[in-house]
């Protein structure tokens, strides 16, 4: 944002003081040498500023003239054509295939339903009607980092565009809201304005100006918290999100999981809540009482990465939620960092979450369910010294599970592994494909190995056979299972761990 225009102290010239959306760039706060020529917004650290020459600025330009540039340079007679250089340092002039025909396509700007002027410095529409006679068909733009300097230069866009319904406005400072200009929002289904340095409060007011909003992404705000300004409790948004499928919420400052299910766990239609970045250390179960809706019944993708999630207790309460289905815990303590290994806690999420058809990214399997589900079966008796039937009591999930698995297959009772529970070793026998990709093994011809082994030997026990079988000492050994129809392997971290 430009904040000052006019000599310096001590300089010669004509300066431009600037205020950067990434403070991290400037190098003082509007002051030179303790003269103060201009302030910065307040909390944004002490060095958001910066002095430039004008000519290192671009000059502001209207959407339609932005749309021209890109879309219908005058200057096109060398579109597709370059040079590379070669290993003598000859340039060698190229032509892009078929670049003349998609340049000559994209001009046709009339035809264009989608554009993308992400950083061109886009100040206002232009004049009226100029955009609508120039794309009538548009239907998704995208100017994020425009000059756009308030909401009424957005919503003088959006009333160009009939057909528009999405819109991106990330890294765009608009000032104070203007909700009286927000009527041609009424049309967006889709509304991002990640990094716009916008509240919560007034981020529920626009989606309130667009009731056919389905997707809302205000991820990197600053968000600190759900509840209205002066609020004691924080206000239900449901009301306001009528028609929301997705919430972007990554990269905030939120830590409270009870304003966000306050505020947005009545939205009867969201399917999507993204929370990756933040700072939410446990889940509560959804609550079912609140006029008989239930919190997030519609609820299918909750993306919760690198958050502070450090207990059982929240993936618990996540069955809660009926309709779950895709779920991302990665980069929390629970998961890899708080002494439970990745596998051990990918294998436990699994086990709790009935539902689950996706996990950190990955397709849960049928196979993969199935030993999840017998690993919790033996495993919590055995962590808290009673039986598997005094367990089920007090634990819907695994009584679900002992009723389907049967009281046999927890008979094992001490979690590290003496077989699947019940049957014969016969059946509880894998078979296995040992594959070394070290060196010596390969240059040796003894790189595959297919062994008959116990399903409770340990990861540890298997090292050593590895070691045995390619003489690759266990220390050094890195080991990875993969599934046959899996795409990627998994890597077999923990040595306590049955194969």
Known sequence: TSRFLGQVDGTEGVWVGVEWDDASRGRHDGSHEGTRYFTCVPGRGPTPASFMRPRKLQPPRTFAAALRERYAPDDDEDAGAGSVQTVSGADVGVELVGASSLRAEQ???????????????????????EVASLAPRLQEVDVSGSLFGSWADAAALAAELPKLTALHLNRTRLGPLDEAALGPFGRLTVLSLNDCALGWADAVRVAAAAPALEELHLSANGITSLASPGANETADAAPSLGAL????????????????????????????????????????PAAHERGGAGEFSCLKTLIIGGNKVDAWASVDALATFPALEELRLSGNPLFGTSGVSTINARLGAIARLAQLRHLNGSEVRQTERRDAE???????????????????????????????HGPAMAASGDGSGDGAGGGTLGENMITVTIQCVAARAVKGGGSSHEKKLPGSMTIGKLRMLCERLTRVPAAKQRLFVREKGAPMPEPLDDDNLEI
């Not at 009339?110 to 061109?120: K, P």
């Not at 079966?377 to 819907?396: F, I």
Request: zero cysteines; charged letters at 25%.
């Open 107 to 129: 001009a046709r700007l009339e035809q264009l339903e989608r554009v993308f002027l992400e950083g061109a410095p886009v100040r206002s529409a232009g004049a009226q009607g």
């Open 245 to 284: 499928r997705l919430l972007n919420l990554d990269d905030n400052q939120l830590s409270d999981w009870a304003q966000v299910a306050a505020a947005v766990g009545l939205a009867p239609r969201l399917e999507r809540l993204q929370l990756s970045g933040n700072a939410i250390a446990a889940v509560a």
């Open 374 to 404: 017998l690993r919790y079966l033996r495993e919590l008796p055995a962590k808290t010294g009673k039986s598997p039937e005094e367990v089920a009591q007090g634990n819907e999930r695994y009584k679900a599970l002992l009723a389907w």
